[in-house]
């Protein structure tokens, strides 16, 4: 059940009837911290473009060198275009977009394993120069001349797109600024924490008029009580007023803390309705299962240096917190902290949220960090030499 997130539903079906009536429109990026449903929300636009009769290139992005970055896209591109060519049937745009993929990928798969099953020649002269930039536009300007011919468009579904690189995203823009240019069937939703704002325009001027951004936040109390009451009366359960009470404070609005108190919930109640106690309960054994998996494996990424700085942010609290006052706690300058605040923005656990203030990218991370370390412990002093 997807709940609070009709605007953003019907954004994206705008978006997909305005490219299927040969008008441009711009992509659309969801952004949110961890926990508001950003990659269920791409589900949900995933299943409305294949109801529509789109085809889906569906990419989840992680820390990438370039070569991977093209193997991954190969993958997804290649499976596209064997949809499109049904019964096997492989018109002279499809076989000129396979050729372009496997110039594509010939200097990072020259035995042709990514790209089996395409009985064409690479197309000398397009995606083979070995500049992101270029081959990239070339690869999606040929997905969407294939896609037009066939009677139909493709979405680019990218999800965690802040972990792109700079080269990566720059490559991306251009080749979508490329099919737009030329009016194709080829859009992109995408997904990222909030630093995707400052990534993507810095990385075109042009950027901001190529995408539209969707904030994703906390649901509503109304909208929250939803997600909690609506699944367990469908099965015949209620919520009392005190485990509602009790949900809404402990999960913040945040949809994912929702969803695991709900679970919870039912799992401990012993009757038709879920009672005050249960949701006691509940809260104890979510708070332990975060703690033991959400937030673990986030803390487990970082390094002794990064973990004594979340600390410290713990310490002042969970708003935007300012460097300096982050450093001074951990008695330091501003400038010797600044390579570890980068890090961590780089690894998706803060933000930057203004100048000079950062943020937790995970909600509750706060009070996560505080049971995890119960005690802040400044660094070792830095070398002078």
């Not at 997905?143 to 139909?152: F, I, K, P, V, W």
């Not at 109390?221 to 007023?241: I, M, N, T, Y």
Request: aromatic share 8%.
């Amino acid at each position: 059940m997807l709940v609070g997130r009709d605007a953003e539903l019907g954004a994206f079906d705008v978006l997909l009837a305005r490219i299927a009536a040969g008008h441009a429109e711009q992509s659309l990026i969801v952004v949110g911290l961890r926990g508001v449903g950003k990659t269920v929300l791409l589900g949900e636009f995933r299943q409305h473009a294949l109801d529509q009769g789109w085809r889906v290139v569906e990419i989840e992005i992680a820390k990438w060198d370039d070569n991977q970055f093209r193997a991954s896209l190969a993958r997804e591109v290649r499976r596209v275009l064997h949809g499109m060519a049904a019964a096997g049937r492989w018109s002279d745009a499809l076989r000129r977009a396979a050729g372009v993929l496997k110039s594509f990928t010939l200097s990072i798969d020259p035995e042709g394993r990514l790209t089996v099953g395409l009985d064409v020649d690479p197309r000398a002269g397009f995606a083979d120069s070995g500049d992101l930039n270029s081959d990239l536009t070339d690869l999606l300007v040929s997905l969407g001349e294939a896609a037009r011919d066939r009677g139909t468009g493709v979405v680019l579904l990218f999800d965690e797109l802040h972990f792109l690189s700079s080269i990566q995203m720059e490559a991306l823009i251009a080749a979508i600024h490329r099919t737009v240019q030329h009016a194709l069937p080829i859009t992109a939703a995408a997904a990222g924490l909030p630093q995707i704002h400052e990534l993507v325009g810095n990385a075109k001027t042009y950027a901001e008029r190529l995408f539209r951004f969707a904030e994703l936040g906390r649901l509503g109390s109304s909208d929250a009580e939803r997600v909690l009451r609506e699944p367990a009366a469908r099965l015949g359960v209620g919520f009392s007023d005190e485990a509602i009470r009790g949900g809404l404070d402990f999960s913040e609005g945040y949809p994912y803390f929702l969803q695991e108190f709900g679970q919870a919930a039912w799992t401990a109640a012993a009757g038709r309705e879920i009672t005050g106690r249960d949701a006691d309960i509940a809260r104890t054994a979510v708070e332990e299962k975060l703690d033991s998996g959400f937030f673990k494996v986030r803390l487990d990424r970082t390094t002794k240096l990064e973990r004594t700085y979340l600390r410290a942010m713990a310490e002042l609290g969970a708003d935007p917190q300012p460097a300096g006052h982050v450093a001074e706690l951990l008695g330091r300058s501003s400038p010797q902290c600044g390579p570890i605040r980068k890090q961590l923005i780089d690894k998706g656990l803060l933000y930057a949220t203004g100048h000079g203030y950062a943020a937790f990218t995970v909600p509750k991370f706060d009070d996560y960090l505080k049971r995890a370390i119960p005690t802040l412990t400044r660094p070792s002093p830095p070398r002078s030499d």
